[in-house]
């Protein structure tokens, strides 16, 4: 009983209006991706779309050189094309956005890159 005497109710600060919540830094948005973010990455995905065409069409003219049939040797450019395509939008949006724990952006586009990365080595180093 000689405890509950000396024992003192902490005194509750006045909150003044510009407090964040508790486990809330200002500038977080968990995954979420600002206008900003989305047109940075969009722009750098569509500059690396461009560049990784270019390389493309020379590969296939490599692989036609090389005496691949031009069909395979399309298809090996396309591939290579869509898989550098979508292994970009990965990583930029995964570092822009923090996407990286977004299972929805991650397994579509990790699926599809492992498909054309499939394809491309497929039709690149076949004996056609």
């Known amino acids: ?10 005194t509750e ?6 407090e964040q919540p508790s486990g809330v830094t200002q ?7 600002t206008s900003k973010e989305i047109l940075l990455g969009s722009g750098i995905v569509i500059v690396g779309a461009l560049l ?14 090389k005496h691949k049939s031009p069909t395979a040797a399309r298809r090996a ?12 939008a990965l990583l930029v949006f995964g570092f822009l956005g ?9 397994i579509p586009v990790g699926v599809f890159a492992v498909i054309t990365l499939v394809i491309f080595i497929a039709s690149a180093f076949s004996s056609r």
């Open 1 to 10: 009983m000689a405890d509950q005497k000396d024992f003192v109710l902490p």
């Open 13 to 18: 600060t006045p909150k003044t209006g510009t």
């Open 27 to 33: 500038g977080e948005t968990h995954g979420m991706m």
């Open 52 to 65: 990784f065409f270019f390389m493309s069409r020379w590969f296939s003219d490599y692989l036609v050189k």
């Open 77 to 88: 450019g396309w591939a290579l094309f869509f898989f550098l395509t979508f292994t970009t």
């Open 98 to 106: 923090g996407l990286w724990g977004n299972l929805l952006f991650i």
